[in-house]
T-cell receptor, first 110, second 118 residues
Framework: KQEVTQIPAALSVPEGENLVLNCSFT??????LQWFRQDPGKGLTSLLL?????REQTSGRLNASLDKSSGRSTLYIAASQPGDSATYLC?????????FGSGTKLNVKP | GAVVSQHPSRVICKSGTSVKIECRSL??????MFWYRQFPKKSLMLMAT?????????EQGVEKDKFLINHASLTLSTLTVTSAHPEDSSFYIC??????????????FGSGTRLTVV
């Protein structure tokens, strides 16, 4: 069974810092990997989707990489802002199934 | 882009009553929808896969009779928590896939429903 782990569980940084969130998964047979943002008490907002054949995706200050063979993905956030404060979830997709990590709770201090 | 609407966003109910949560795809058809449950400070767990016009597929350990799923149309799936107990209190999120998207598996998530059973 696929298991997804996210490290660290929580992270607090001052505004302006660049930071990296980590995600690892046990089964490399995935269709894609997706990073989501979840604000408290809210649903999920998709940030980046990386197909299994791709190595990385970029959107604005966000860059996600994927190394299928080692079962790892990173989400890089450049020049962090207080508005980036949220929980970031990594999910890997099998056929019609998502396996989620438990998330990294990010706090960006002004 | 694809939008999934989930209703209600919050509901409080008494033990023993039933609660229905709706998940609608607003601008696309979804033959398959997914229901997840999220425990506090935990990840999302897939409960069941809802298939239009047929029975839902439940994950291991999820009680079919407690969590009734109906997917009667291509844009609506409902999750009914029957005879609710305090331990059913949780955050429930639905997801649907827009098969019209070409950028891979375009899953869209609803905004979630916070269920509190008192």
């Amino acid at each position: 069974k696929q298991e997804v782990t996210q490290i660290p569980a929580a992270l607090s940084v001052p505004e302006g810092e660049n930071l990296v969130l980590n995600c690892s998964f046990t089964d490399s047979a995935i269709y894609n990997l997706q990073w989501f943002r979840q604000d408290p008490g809210k649903g999920l907002t998709s940030l980046l989707l990386i197909q299994s054949s791709q190595r990385e995706q970029t959107s604005g200050r966000l860059n996600a990489s994927l190394d299928k063979s080692s079962g790892r993905s990173t989400l890089y956030i450049a020049a962090s802002q207080p508005g980036d404060s949220a929980t970031y979830l990594c999910a890997v997709s099998g056929f019609n199934k998502f396996y989620f990590g438990s998330g990294t709770k990010l706090n960006v201090k002004p | 882009g694809a939008v999934v609407s989930q209703h209600p966003s919050r509901v409080i109910c008494k033990s023993g009553t039933s609660v229905k949560i709706e998940c609608r795809s607003l601008d696309f058809q979804a033959t398959t929808m997914f229901w997840y449950r999220q425990f506090p400070k935990k990840s999302l767990m897939l409960m069941a896969t809802s298939n239009e016009g047929s029975k839902a597929t439940y994950e291991q350990g999820v009680e079919k009779d407690k969590f009734l799923i109906n997917h009667a149309s291509l844009t609506l799936s409902t999750l009914t928590v029957t005879s609710a107990h305090p331990e059913d209190s949780s955050f429930y999120i639905c997801s649907a896939r827009d098969t019209g998207q070409t950028n891979g598996y375009g899953y869209t998530f609803g905004s979630g429903t916070r269920l509190t059973v008192v």
